[in-house]
């Protein structure tokens, strides 16, 4: 059974551009959530979305938004890249909200 | 404002010994908590929790203890393995309105085990 998956693995962005980081739920999950991960710090909570609507959100600028699709999976969406914005991107999914999470591999986006 | 605190960035210990590791909060609201183990290049993975109406948990070689008039817990590794050097992050569920619930995790403590 497929564990979450987020793509791409890897991405090179300039200053300014925009990026879309994507993620796959384990089947029959409902939920999604995203953070962010700086090199030394632990993970930070910026989107939750349950049933397609979001229900939670982190303390990040409005250039930080997210969807879900009808099967659930997620997309994030940074604009106006900023060289701080550079981390690891992480996408966890659970069965329902306070079940638990299992986090994805993750997305290095470096900022340049 | 560090919610979730670990102070101890990294620890060493031997094979076989114990691994204590340390993590203490200041939201009395948070009602259970986590540990997750991290290797480099992947995402964090699920060790064990607790909720915030118990004082122990055990699973295998790992257990967790709670205690929440300090607002501290700590996860106990016995005994300790190669294998389990990694960084290990503390976590804190943190409930909001209509259903949300967001972790809240603190920097980390790199655990190296050596042979």
């Known amino acids: 059974d497929a564990g979450v998956t987020q793509s791409p693995t890897h991405l090179i962005k300039t200053r300014g551009q925009h990026v879309t980081l994507r993620c796959s739920p384990i089947?029959?999950?409902?939920?999604v959530s995203w953070y962010q991960q700086v090199l030394g710090q632990g993970p930070q909570f910026i989107f939750q979305?349950?049933?397609?609507?979001?229900?939670g959100r982190g303390n990040f600028p409005d250039r930080f938004s997210a969807r879900q699709f009808p099967n659930y999976s997620s997309e994030l969406n940074v604009n106006a890249l900023l060289l701080g914005d550079s981390a690891l991107y992480l996408c966890?999914?659970?069965?329902?909200?306070?079940?638990?999470?299992?986090f994805g591999s993750g997305t290095r986006l470096t900022v340049v | 404002d560090q919610q979730v605190k670990q102070n101890s960035p990294s620890l060493s210990v031997q094979e076989g010994r114990i691994s204590i590791l340390n993590c203490d909060y200041t939201?009395?609201?948070?009602?259970?908590f986590l540990w997750y183990k991290k290797y480099p290049a992947e995402g964090p993975t699920f060790l064990i929790s607790?909720?915030?109406?118990?004082d122990k948990n055990e699973d295998g070689r790992f257990t967790v203890f709670l205690n929440k008039s300090a607002k501290h817990l700590s996860l106990h590794i016995v005994p300790s393995q190669p294998g389990d050097s990694a960084v290990y992050f503390c976590?804190?569920?943190?409930?909001?309105?209509?259903?949300?619930?967001?972790?809240?995790f603190g920097k980390g403590t790199k655990l190296t085990v050596n042979p």
């Open positions: 966890a999914s659970s069965s329902w909200t306070g079940s638990g999470y299992t």
């Open positions: 979305y349950y049933e397609k609507e979001e229900r």
């Open positions: 976590a804190a569920s943190e409930r909001g309105k209509g259903g949300s619930e967001k972790l809240v």
């Open positions: 607790i909720s915030s109406i118990k």
């Open positions: 089947s029959g999950h409902k939920s």
């Open positions: 939201n009395s609201m948070f009602d259970y």
